[in-house]
């Protein structure tokens, strides 16, 4: 038996969870029992209410990765390494926690621009100005 390709809502839902839970596309549709990518991508093309629940799931994954960023930048327990020289910089685990954060912090400024994008602004002379945009997300 090959890949569903027949929306279901069972489905549908169990795609859509695990898209909040923040598992990327690609892995879900890797797994056995998921459609192909081409297949929800045609859905939600498609699919009014699959398009809308499709967006919320994502705003859903993108609020979690917010959360994510704290915990990697909080996180320091491998930091440090301690020698018989004495205690110097784990440079690989910052180095790696670095591009972890800069990643989801790309990946969030596509996913929720107004809230983590890039804010240009153009003054009456024509001269461009770049800011970090940060916002309030919760009340």
């Known amino acids: 038996m090959g890949r569903p390709s027949k929306y279901s809502e069972k489905l549908s839902n169990e795609i859509l969870g695990q898209l909040a ?9 890797s797994q056995k029992e998921m459609p192909n990518i081409s297949t ?7 699919d009014e209410e699959f398009s809308k629940q499709y967006t919320h799931a994502r705003e859903l994954q993108a609020f979690g990765i917010l959360d994510e960023l704290l915990d990697i930048a909080d996180d320091g327990k491998d930091d440090l390494i301690h020698t018989e020289n004495g205690t110097k910089p784990n440079s ?4 790696r926690s ?5 990643t989801r912090k790309w990946f969030l400024s596509k996913m929720l621009p107004k809230v983590c994008g890039d ?3 153009l003054d009456v ?3 461009m100005q770049i800011e970090q945009v940060t916002r309030k997300i919760i009340d």
Do not use: A, F, Y
């Not at 690989?92 to 180095?95: F, G, M, S, T």
């Open 125 to 127: 002379k024509g001269n």
């Open 40 to 46: 929800v991508l045609k859905w939600r093309n498609e």
């Open 92 to 95: 690989e685990v910052l180095q």
């Open 98 to 102: 670095k591009l972890r954060i800069d």
């Open 119 to 121: 804010k240009l602004d």
């Open 21 to 29: 839970e923040g598992k990327s596309l690609r892995k879900i549709c």
